[in-house]
Nanobody, 115 residues
Framework: QVQLVESGGGLVQPGGSLRLSCAASRSIFSISPMGWYRQAPGKKRELVATMTRGGIVNYAESVKGRFTVSRDNAKNTVYLQMNSLKPDDTAIYYC?????????WGQGTQVTVSS
């Protein structure tokens, strides 16, 4: 079992930055991939960015060049650095991790990009 807790969401103006954090209840060394998904109102949940324990990353086309995913195994934490935010990035952001055959999700954190 793994509990994932997100933090760092909030309201930001277009062009601004936020950093999301996802703290795991156990070592993340074996949790792979780990990363972020998001769900906007009326839309399906979509992949934002993931990273394997070997460092292989996968980004949605819409965030390439603006978002960076990273993981700190010593802190059992995954991060999402979001720069040049746009109103279309407004969504609930969920942390995800796969351990064995099971997927684990956090409760989500709201990101709102608005002037």
């Amino acid at each position: 079992q793994v509990q994932l807790v997100e933090s760092g969401g909030g309201l930001v103006q277009p062009g601004g930055s936020l950093r999301l954090s996802c703290a795991a209840s156990r070592s993340i060394f074996s949790i792979s991939p780990m990363g972020w998904y998001r769900q906007a109102p009326g839309k399906k949940r979509e992949l934002v960015a993931t990273m394997t324990r070997g460092g292989i990353v996968n980004y949605a086309e819409s965030v390439k060049g603006r978002f960076t995913v990273s993981r700190d195994n010593a802190k059992n934490t995954v991060y999402l650095q979001m720069n040049s935010l746009k109103p279309d990035d407004t969504a609930i952001y969920y942390c995800n991790g796969r351990l064995g055959a099971s997927d684990y999700w956090g409760q989500g954190t709201q990101v709102t990009v608005s002037s």
